[in-house]
């Protein structure tokens, strides 16, 4: 239980990467405030989590509206009396090249993937300067590091994310505020519900040198780590769970 007392936010927490962390979340004692923009699948996540003997609240939302950020962060102090963690996992991954993609697709996956992380970030540290410190974490994914064919916008999108993962923690050290993210790989999770069979199989034979097929429990157990005090010594930093896919460019 090593992040007992602590309260999580958790966005885009109805579904994959987010509820697998909110689960491993609780395990490890925290409450958890689930964010995402589907009420219904959010309520499922809280009552598995009740049944499991945690505690969850959800909150709806849009992760790129300025407004409802601001608002949101004092509605979760209002039911939990603080925040010490938030998870920044609420995305789009959508396909198109340079040429493909149209203007209007192009800025929807920058305003969540990117101008979300940066308006969570942004709205949640003076709650975390309160409690004297916290953990800030975002999804990022391989392409953000090394962007390929035929995913401009989202490559484009978590490139900045990624940088602004490395501003936030230079700037927020001196506060004991923490800013780190996970890399992901392909998981099987609903954002990539589209690529299955053997399609997949060829590409993970391809590109993937561990046999493994990695899972949402893979990169929530990478989360709970960042987010408890055994990382307190790690800040800046891109994890990556890819089973060694960017180690070697390709396998």
């Known amino acids: 239980m090593k992040l007992k007392e602590k309260v999580a936010v958790v966005t885009g927490g109805g579904s994959g990467l987010g509820a697998e962390i909110a689960l491993q979340l609780v395990a490890q004692g925290a409450k958890v405030a689930l964010v995402g923009a589907t009420e219904r699948k959010l309520d499922a996540v809280r009552e598995t989590i009740r049944t499991r003997g945690g505690e969850a609240a959800v909150f709806v939302a849009d992760v ?31 396909e198109g090249t340079i040429e493909t ?66 501003s936030v923690a230079a700037e927020m050290a001196k506060d004991n505020i923490r800013c780190n993210a996970v890399c ?38 990478m989360a709970v780590f960042l987010a408890t005090e055994d990382a307190r010594a790690i800040t800046g930093q891109g994890i990556v769970i890819d089973g060694g896919t960017e180690a070697c460019l390709y396998f």
């Open 64 to 94: 790129s509206d300025e407004n409802r950020m601001v608002q949101l962060f004092s509605e979760v102090e209002a039911v939990f009396g603080g925040i010490d963690i938030l998870y920044n996992n609420a995305g789009v991954s959508p």
């Open 101 to 166: 993609t149209t203007f209007e697709a192009f800025q929807k996956v920058v305003e969540i993937d990117l101008y979300g992380i940066f308006l969570g970030s942004k709205y949640v540290i003076p709650y975390m300067k309160k409690r004297g410190g916290g953990v800030i974490i975002n999804t990022v994914g391989t392409f953000g590091l090394r962007p390929i064919p035929n995913k401009i916008g989202y490559s484009a999108a978590k490139a900045g994310a990624m940088s602004l993962t490395r």
């Open 184 to 221: 992901p790989g392909f998981v099987d999770t609903p954002l990539n519900k589209g690529f299955v069979g053997e399609a997949r199989e060829k590409f993970l034979d391809a590109h993937q040198p561990m046999a493994l097929r990695i899972d949402s429990a893979d990169i929530a157990n």
